[in-house]
T-cell receptor
C-alpha cells in the first residue's frame, strides 16, 4: 500500500508570492491534516479536512488555507508569503477524523521563502 | 488550549543502554498520547501510543507509561541500537478536539 505522498518535495519562493502544496492520502484514508514544522516553533497543527470540509483549524493567519477534493486529495495554499513561512509542511492522513492511531505522515514539502 | 512540554531536548546514550524521554501536558481532557520518531528527511512515524484508560503499553523494546493524575507520560527504549538515533516527539490530543499538540522533540543519539 502506497504511503502518503506530497508534492513538490522542495520549493523556493520569494516574499509576496503564493504557493500551493499537494497531498495524496493513503488509499482509503478520508481525513487529511496539515502541519507546519520549524526549528523554532516545532510541529504545529494547521487544519484538518474530511469529506471536503474543514473540520478543525489551528492558530494560523488567514493566509493559510486548504481544501480537499472528492477523492480525499488535499491542497494547502499560502498567499503573500513571508520569510517566516519557511518550514517543512507535513501532511498526514487517517481513516477517519479522530482515529489518530491510523494517522500516517508524508515526507513533507520543504518550503524556503527568500 | 493544550500545552505539551518535552524533556530532554537532546539525549546521548551508549548502545545497549536505556533511554527515557518525558512529557507533561496541561489539558485534562487529553486522552490520546502518541509518540513519533522522525528520521532525517522523513515525516514523523508513529511508534507507539497510549490512551488515558491505560497506564502502560509495551511493544518489544519500546514502552510508554502514563500518569493521568500528574499529567505526564514517558517513552522508554531499552537495549538501544544505533538505528534508534532520531528525533522523537510526544503529542497529546482529545477526542473532542482534533488539534494534536506536539512536544518540542528530543534528539536521541545512540553511540555504537
Amino acid at each position: 500500500k502506497a504511503g502518503v505522498t506530497q508534492t513538490p518535495r522542495y520549493l523556493i519562493k520569494t516574499r509576496g508570492q503564493q504557493v500551493t502544496l499537494s497531498c495524496s492520502p493513503i488509499s482509503g484514508h478520508r481525513s487529511v491534516s496539515w502541519y507546519q514544522q520549524t526549528p523554532g516553533q516545532g510541529l504545529q497543527f494547521l487544519f484538518e479536512y474530511f469529506s471536503e470540509t474543514q473540520r478543525n483549524k489551528g492558530n494560523f493567519p488567514g493566509r493559510f488555507s486548504g481544501r480537499q477534493f472528492s477523492n480525499s486529495r488535499s491542497e494547502m495554499n499560502v498567499s503573500t508569503l513571508e520569510l517566516g513561512d519557511s518550514a517543512l509542511y507535513l501532511c498526514a492522513s487517517s481513516l477517519n477524523p479522530g482515529q489518530r492511531e491510523t494517522q500516517y505522515f508524508g515526507p513533507g514539502t520543504r518550503l524556503l521563502v527568500l | 488550549g493544550e500545552n505539551v512540554e518535552q524533556h530532554p531536548s537532546t539525549l546521548s546514550v551508549q548502545e545497549g543502554d536505556s533511554a527515557v524521554i518525558k512529557c507533561t501536558y496541561s489539558d485534562s481532557a487529553s486522552n490520546y498520547f502518541p509518540w513519533y520518531k522522525q528520521e532525517l528527511g522523513k515525516g514523523p512515524q508513529l511508534i507507539i501510543d497510549i490512551r488515558s484508560n491505560v497506564g502502560e503499553k509495551k511493544d518489544q523494546r519500546i514502552a510508554v507509561t502514563l500518569n493521568k493524575t500528574a499529567k505526564h507520560f514517558s517513552l522508554h527504549i531499552t537495549e538501544t541500537q544505533p538505528e534508534d538515533s532520531a528525533v522523537y516527539f510526544c503529542a497529546a490530543s482529545s477526542s473532542d478536539n482534533n488539534d494534536m499538540r506536539f512536544g518540542a522533540g528530543t534528539r536521541l543519539t545512540v553511540k555504537p
